[in-house]
């Protein structure tokens, strides 16, 4: 319906004594019109006559009253009254009301302001437009005799069952026959072209201007689809004619008997086959039965869903609909801004629209599903029926619905017409048994916040099928059995989107309708760009978002706001999602989700030109749903929306994988078939030294194959390259790598698990890279974030680190809540250390590749590293595209886990003689700090704080010196050491003891 109109209603019922006439009569207002074209003027008698006994408010609010009189005796109104009361003393008295009124060209701005519903009045020689209070009117329903005086050229319409045409001295008198009451008439007129032609009864006109005539066959044949369908589903056309109109302002709305497109619109290839179906429709709900705004405007919503919604859904696609305005709601619609279907009287802003149109919408679609199609298209012809030409209510539609049904709907009509919000459920305790032959799934379902009656569709995916439920939820927590006669491998919740609900979060598609309807949001200003980028946050400033420069923006403010980020080589775009692609067109739009808050999304925009960036920002507006837009030349080229779930899903019972045990590979079999792979992964457990053999077998395999090998390791850190590098060329011995690498300071295990690779990797002179980011760096990270690197750590770092792996991320966090005291630690920070751990060993391993063409390398590295593809292979993938296989040991078989998973025997490791004791590091000094049980040194006679000063004359500076020394040795040597001891009053004394290690 016209939104001109609904507003204009609004306003007589708020403002204004409404009256009921009864009998079925009202008002008639006699109206003539005539125009002068040069001073846009409209000039016009109008004659009311009120039924008989009654009185109204007529309103004249913008006209220029020239003279008024009730039955030939002229009354005074005063000079800019906006109305007067009209109380007729004696029957069929006729208040005489001559006028005129100017109406010039809307300006630019605020035509685009609100597209479709635009306000007010023109009057010009291209055409005339009057929709909005261009004569006096009482208020509320009327009926009409409208005359019109216009030019030559031109056609005119209005509501009207019947036009009739005079032609006259001064140009061509155009009378439009209505005997329906209506709220409100409009006139259009212009030079058009008018083609006829008739569906059964009714006759359809196409008024076009003569450059878009040959849309008019086109229009005319959809719109005999669009009626054949709906006479069927809902009754007999209630006018005699229906007219598409060109408007040569920006509109697209619905009035009794025609509907007004824009010039712009009307040229869309897709309004067609949708936006002139759903004004069609609108001349049953709407235009033939009003909306009652006192209690809330239901037609938006009903014409929605069996338009918009329903043209999906016979494309198969009504459920992605659904979602969308699921999805649309959750992004607009805050505690704040949200109110109850009964409060909605038109749209005026994404919020409202969500909940008056989007909402609405799935209220009929749920009232279908809980009587069918049968029940629900007779009660609605039942409501027509009973409605016609009348004001009607929410509540005159549950009458409709109970009397075709047979059933109280009190309830239905209290949660979802007088109570705002959305029921928000959850899946807990998902559980499988059997019971003989059938499988039973049980289950709670939660309902969060306050308690709904809904009607809940289960899918059950079985091996062989699938089994459909629905299940009736009134409680907070109801308990659900559904046997199957079959294995179940998945449950799903709502996949076809029939409740209005919230989403969970994997149903939530990272989309700009998120980004614009987030309460805090900020725009990220470029360093140094200020000026480029003042236009568009100019626009963005309107939608709410706040300014940060980009060196500004801390971990908090991505914490607890979405972003708009402009071009994807930024530093903050780098850090959070790596080298981005760049997509085609002039301007793009990203939308990702923010890797530290699931509830807020992260845009980046870029442009060939972004000075002209804020000519296509604006449009971003009109794509809600979508995560990615791409204009050329102001054209969308490209839309797109991110991956999410269909429905809540959880998985019942993971697939059990099995290999054939007779075709099971021999090492030897993986060895083969990895050896034409450019990247070899071989994760492991660090402590378990088979998992060590089992790398060392590949190296030596893969090296006996190509002697162009070289290994990788996460053990070793980049700035000790050269170490590495000087011990496997044999410039120094194993103790001074030991010592110089730091390796027991910063890996820690036993060097006794890699050191037979690391010796055939000196004896066959096999490069060894150090793949692992300096310790510091990941240890600062992990406290405080990326935010927290100097400018100088910076450096160390990859320049791109991509955040943006949601799997990983929750494979991460499971493994974090699992250590103690993760409560006390910040799992974002744990993260992004992780991240710049597996970025930096991809780019050390692609730097190596880059050096050192035809080289395979193997790389060895804890299996978190590895799996699933997801820590260093996707990373280096992205930035060299080399072939890579993966190979884990004694792992469960998952899907995608890996290629090949090996299943190596326990190997006791080597391990050295362990002194087992606590000891402490002090400029330069070693100091027992505590002994451990079964304690060496403690048997052999020393004691607390007492300082090593050497090993069997080996000096002692560092716990590594020790660790250095214990690995030559073995169990039963004996060892002298020398101490200092602090003695009370003496001072200190040095000591030797002899102990045998064990």
């Not at 208020?139 to 009409?144: A, I, N, V």
Request: net charge negative; hydrophobic share 35%; glycine share 6%.
């Amino acid at each position: 319906m016209n939104l001109l109109l609904r507003y204009l209603l609004l306003l007589l019922f708020l403002f204004l004594p409404v009256f009921s006439f009864a009998g079925g009569n009202f008002p008639l207002n006699e109206l003539s019109v005539s125009f002068d074209f040069e001073k846009h003027q409209v000039m016009g008698i109008s004659k009311i006559t009120l039924p008989a006994g009654e009185s109204a408010t007529i309103n004249f609010s913008g006209l220029k009253i020239i003279s008024a009189s009730i039955d030939k005796r002229k009354i005074i109104i005063k000079p800019g009254a906006a109305a007067m009361n009209f109380s007729p003393v004696n029957p069929n008295e006729v208040l005489e009301i001559e006028y005129e009124a100017e109406f010039k060209s809307l300006p630019e701005a605020e035509q685009n302001k609100n597209p479709g519903v635009v306000k007010g009045n023109l009057i010009s020689h291209d055409g005339i437009v009057l929709t909005d209070e261009w004569y006096p009117s009482a208020e509320g329903l009327s009926t009409y005799k409208l005359t019109a005086t216009l030019p030559d050229d031109f056609e005119g319409i209005s509501e009207a069952d019947e036009i009739s045409k005079k032609k006259i001295d001064v140009g061509i008198e155009f009378s439009f026959a209505f005997d329906h009451p209506v709220p409100n008439i409009n006139l259009i007129a212009g030079k058009y072209v008018v083609e006829r032609d008739r569906y059964v009864e009714t006759d359809i006109f196409t008024y076009f201007l003569p450059e878009d005539k040959g849309l008019s066959k086109k229009y005319i044949e959809y719109t005999k689809k669009y009626l054949n369908m709906y006479e069927r589903l809902i009754g007999v056309y209630p006018f005699r004619r229906f007219s598409i109109v060109e408007n040569i302002l920006p509109t697209g709305y619905s009035i009794p008997t025609f509907t007004l497109l824009g010039k712009d619109v009307i040229k869309l290839p897709f309004i067609v086959e949708t936006s002139l179906g759903h004004e069609i429709l609108h001349q049953w709900f709407g235009n033939c039965v009003y909306n009652d705004f006192k209690s809330g405007n239901w037609s938006e919503g009903l014409t929605t869903y069996l338009a918009d919604q329903m043209y999906e859904e016979l494309k198969g696609d009504g459920w992605d609909y659904r979602k969308n305005i699921l999805i649309s709601f959750q992004s607009y619609v805050m505690p704040e801004n949200d109110f109850p279907l009964k409060s909605f009287t038109n749209r005026v802003d994404r919020a409202s629209g969500a909940i008056g149109y989007g909402k609405s919408a799935m209220v009929f679609h749920m009232l279908k599903n809980l009587f069918g199609e049968k029940t629900f298209y007779s009660s609605l012809n039942t409501f027509i029926e009973k409605n016609k030409f009348s004001n009607a209510s929410w509540n005159d539609i549950e009458g409709a619905f109970e009397s075709a049904s047979g059933k109280k709907l009190d309830w239905f009509f209290k949660q979802w017409i007088e109570e705002k919000g959305a029921p928000e459920i959850e899946a807990q305790n998902i559980n499988l048994k059997y019971n003989g032959s059938k499988t039973v799934v049980s289950l709670d379902i939660l309902q969060k916040g306050r308690n709904y009656k809904i009607l809940l569709p289960i899918l059950l995916k079985l091996k062989d099928k699938e089994i459909r439920k629905t299940v009736e939820l009134e409680k907070e927590f109801t308990t659900l059995e559904i046997e199957a006669d079959s294995e179940v491998i998945e449950l799903v919740i709502d996949d076809n989107y029939d409740v209005f609900r919230k989403l969970s979060d994997k149903e939530f598609p990272p989309v700009i309708s998120r980004l614009l309807g987030d309460r805090n949001k900020i725009f990220v200003m470029p360093k140094e760009k200020r000026e480029e980028y003042s236009p568009v946050y100019e626009f963005l400033k309107e939608e709410g978002f706040a300014l940060n420069d980009e060196e500004e923006i801390k971990y908090d403010d991505m914490k607890s706001a979405s972003l708009v980020i402009p071009e994807i080589k930024t530093r903050i775009v780098k850090r959070l999602f790596g080298e981005m692609e760049k997509l085609p067109g002039d301007f793009y739009l990203t939308v990702k989700g923010n890797p530290f808050n699931s509830k807020s999304v992260i845009a980046v925009i870029d442009s060939s030109s972004p000075s002209e960036m804020y000519k296509d920002i604006r449009k971003m507006t009109h794509y809600g749903k979508y995560s990615i837009i791409s204009f050329r030349g102001g054209t969308n080229i490209l839309k797109a929306t991110g991956s999410s779930d269909k429905g809540m899903r959880a998985e019942v019972v993971k697939e059990i994988l099995g290999a054939e045990v007779s075709h099971a590979l021999s090492i030897s079999d993986v060895i083969e078939k990895v050896s034409g792979k450019s990247i070899v992964y071989v994760g492991e457990s660090h402590d378990k030294f088979e998992d060590h053999r089992v790398q060392l077998q590949i190296i030596k395999g893969l090296h006996s194959r190509n002697k162009k090998v070289a290994i990788g390791m996460e053990m070793f850190q980049k700035p000790f390259q050269k170490v590495l590098d000087d011990y496997i060329a044999g410039i120094i011995d194993e103790k001074t790598f030991l010592k110089k690498s730091e390796y027991f300071k910063r890996w820690g295990y036993d060097y006794d698990l890699y050191r037979e690779i690391m010796l055939f990797a000196r004896e066959n002179k096999i490069p060894v890279v150090a793949l692992n980011v300096r310790g510091e760096i990941t240890s600062k990270v992990f406290k405080g974030g990326i935010s927290s690197l100097t400018k100088e750590e910076s450096k160390e770092i990859p320049e791109y680190i991509d955040l943006s792996n949601d799997q990983y991320r929750e494979r991460l966090k499971e493994e974090f809540e699992k250590h103690k005291n993760s409560e006390n630690q910040n799992f974002d920070f744990f993260y992004e250390a992780q991240v710049i751990w597996d970025e930096s060993m991809a780019h050390n391993l692609n730097e190596f590749i880059q050096k050192n063409h035809g080289y395979q390398v193997i790389v060895l590295a804890g299996e978190g590293h590895v799996a699933f593809r997801a820590g260093i292979p996707e990373r280096a993938y992205r930035l060299n595209k080399k072939e890579y296989s993966i190979i884990l040991n004694n792992e469960d078989i998952e899907k995608n886990i890996a290629d090949y998973i090996l299943f190596p025997p326990y190997i006791k490791a080597p391990e050295p003689p362990r002194l087992r004791v606590q000891l402490g590091e002090e400029k330069g000094r070693i100091k027992i700090v505590d002994f451990l049980h079964g304690s060496v040194l403690k048997m052999g006679g020393m004691k607390k704080d007492d300082i090593i000063l050497s090993l069997d004359g080996t000096k002692v500076e560092s716990v590594d010196d020790i660790r250095i020394f214990l690995l030559y040795k073995k169990r039963g040597d004996e060892i002298i050491i020398k101490a200092l001891r602090e003695r009370f009053l003496f001072g200190t004394s040095e000591l030797e003891f002899k102990v045998r290690l064990n």
